[in-house]
């Protein structure tokens, strides 16, 4: 541990825990901070007056003002013991040049799993390459955010399965939509043999059939009086530039109705059933023998180190657990390293400095500073979405995906990559027609040390019978709690496990 440059203990010593309660969550504000040397600090919580046992979210808020020469400022979070000894690395943390306000440092899992210890330390250090970053200044107390709520209303095993696979599909998300007036109907991706259940997108409220809704064929439709919500097509897509919240252009001129609140969740349903139809999309195989090196590692139970990078779809944005509400799902890429350390025995140092609103060529030119020095073994690389909105030639997206495993090589020769194909924006939003070409591009680079993902045709294939809406956090270009757990199986898959 470095000297300390400056010791903050509030009110000039260590002080009792305090608690507020804000209805959905406890507020902790620490027992002491402490700046170290090189711009990390040392906080100490007690929690001993949080009445919960766990909890599923947890959230450290620092006040924090970004400045000075440099480019994205990335910390480290860590777990300390009483000494100031780091434990282990809890989460990544990266943002924008020159941000100035309460910055998120999500600390759950090891909260979930220390919460009864009494009293919590962690580190939050810089941890991009020397010379990177710009500089932060905290100020304030960083509150530690801890939700009431202990337990996920489902089951993760089952979320896991892959869609591709068996009789059962459990949680699929439908947003019921009326047109012209009609009863409000939604499509299931099989046609069900037996309905086991609906339930809200929360999964904390059960709909009866026949009460609330009807199942003709794959269609779930909504009956006249029942408690489901819905909405109008009109809603969804109309000419109205003024419409609540948000609203984005539409490739034919119009508009569609955009949020990055729980809009849609509110009103999509989670649909578990049984079914016999077989699945005639993609089916993600191993890349075994052409990641020989992670295979290797993986199956003898060694350490792995692994790297995410990309935009906000691998900062986990519109999974619920991030977005701090029901039903708490976890971030693909957390699922995915959680998954391969439960499956494999593994430890899984996984960092994830990605960061929402970035292109490839963003990755280019940050790399060296958030990812290359790290030397991992594997490296899961997540842009596309934003680079097609510019838009960029896929001669110009291959480039900087080319120059980033370059960097990334030039540390670590044996380093070995998943290019992750996005699922797809909303047409109506956006022409398919950049990302297109860039599926086509990644699978050609697919070779010794290279796999691809390809969630962009696993969309494609549950959209013959769906709606965009039916599984989206935002309308545009976010992934719901469906869609998460098909990119955490869609990347299982490829890493061997199913």
């Known amino acids: 541990m470095k000297k300390w440059m400056a010791v903050v203990l509030l009110g000039g010593s260590l002080v009792q825990a305090q608690v507020l309660d804000q209805g959905w969550r406890f507020v902790v504000q620490p027992q002491s901070v402490e700046v170290l040397d090189g711009g990390a600090v040392l906080i100490r919580y007690d929690l001993s007056k949080v009445p919960l046992e766990t909890s599923l979210n947890s959230v450290i808020w620092y006040k924090g003002k970004v400045s000075g020469e440099g480019s994205n400022p990335s910390f480290a979070v860590w777990a300390v013991n009483e000494a100031g000894a780091k434990i282990e690395r809890v989460s990544e943390a990266t943002f924008k040049p020159n941000t100035d306000g309460s910055l998120p440092f999500p600390v759950s899992e090891y909260v979930r799993d220390h919460l009864k210890d009494g009293t919590v330390s962690f580190l939050i250090a810089p941890r991009a390459a020397p010379g990177f970053s710009q500089t932060v200044e905290f100020t304030g107390k960083p509150a530690l955010a801890i939700v009431k709520v202990q337990k996920p209303n489902y089951e993760l095993k089952e979320l896991l399965a892959p869609v591709w ?132 590692t993986l199956e003898k139970g060694e350490p792995l180190k692994l790297v995410v990078f990309g935009d906000s779809i691998s900062v986990g944005a519109s999974a619920s657990g991030k977005s701090a509400r029901a039903p708490w799902m976890p971030r693909w890429a957390d699922l995915v390293a959680d998954e391969l350390h439960n499956r494999y025995g593994s ?118 019978h769906k709606t965009y809406w039916d599984m989206t956090g935002n309308h545009v270009n976010h992934p719901n709690d469906f869609l998460v757990r098909v990119y955490a199986q869609t990347l299982l898959a490829t890493l061997g496990l199913e």
Do not use: C
Request: charged residues 20%; neutral net charge.
């Open 165 to 296: 696979q068996g009789s059962r599909m459990v949680n699929e998300t439908v947003l019921p939509t009326s047109y012209g007036g009609k009863p409000a109907e939604g499509n299931l991706a099989f046609i069900p043999s037996k309905i086991i259940s609906v339930k809200n997108y929360a999964l904390d409220k059960t709909y009866e059939e026949g009460k609330d809704y009807t199942v003709d064929g794959r269609t779930i439709r909504l009956t006249k009086g029942g408690s489901i919500p819905f909405f109008n097509y009109e809603e969804l897509y109309h000419n109205n530039p003024q419409a609540k919240p948000r609203v984005m252009e539409t490739v034919d001129g119009g508009y569609l109705t955009f949020s990055e609140s729980a809009l849609f969740n509110d009103k999509q349903l989670a649909v578990t059933y049984e079914h016999s139809e077989p699945w005639n999309g993609p089916v993600p195989q191993s890349a075994k023998k052409i990641l020989p090196k992670s295979f290797q």
């Open 347 to 464: 430890d899984i140092d996984y960092i994830n400095p990605s960061l929402g609103g970035m292109i490839a060529e963003w990755g280019r030119n940050t790399v060296n500073g958030l990812v290359s020095f790290e030397k991992p073994d594997l490296v899961i690389l997540g842009f596309g979405m934003n680079d097609a909105g510019r838009p960029f030639s896929t001669e110009q997206f291959i480039a900087n995906t080319k120059a980033m495993m370059a960097s990334i090589r030039a540390q670590n020769p044996d380093a070995e990559f998943i290019l992750l194909m996005s699922f797809q924006n909303n047409p109506k939003w956006r022409s398919l027609a950049p990302m297109i070409g860039y599926l086509k591009a990644l699978k050609e680079m697919e070779g010794p040390g290279v796999a691809v993902a390809d969630m962009w045709s696993m969309h494609g294939y549950l959209l013959k």
